[in-house]
């Protein structure tokens, strides 16, 4: 299985119970490769062959929502944490 992973607090660099269970779950991750939220047309080459996408804060529009199907992706997942 290989995951596309975005949001800036899960990067290459940091290493935490959340992201060790993730890499243990999945063949293969992917992190984002500019460490700020993607634009739609960043978002879309990523999504190649990815089973499913852990999408941060990145520009979700109609045309990556049409490409998650499209090139094979199975879920897509938003994170997010906040409090009201």
Not at 47 to 58: F, Q
């Given at each position: 299985m290989?995951?596309?992973?975005t949001?800036t607090?899960?990067n290459a660099d ?6 060790d269970?993730?890499?243990?779950f999945?063949d293969?991750?992917i ?15 990523l999504l190649d062959n990815v089973?499913?996408y852990?999408?941060?804060?990145d ?6 929502i ?7 992706t199975?879920?897509l ?7 009201i």
């Amino acid at each position: 299985m290989k995951i596309l992973v975005t949001p800036t607090s899960f990067n290459a660099d940091t290493r935490s119970p959340a992201r060790d269970k993730l890499e243990r779950f999945a063949d293969e991750v992917i992190f984002n490769p500019y460490g700020r939220p993607l634009e739609a047309a960043e978002i879309i080459p990523l999504l190649d062959n990815v089973d499913g996408y852990v999408a941060g804060l990145d520009h979700i529009d109609r045309q990556v929502i049409e490409n998650v199907g499209i090139k094979g992706t199975s879920v897509l997942f938003i994170y997010i944490i906040g409090a009201i």
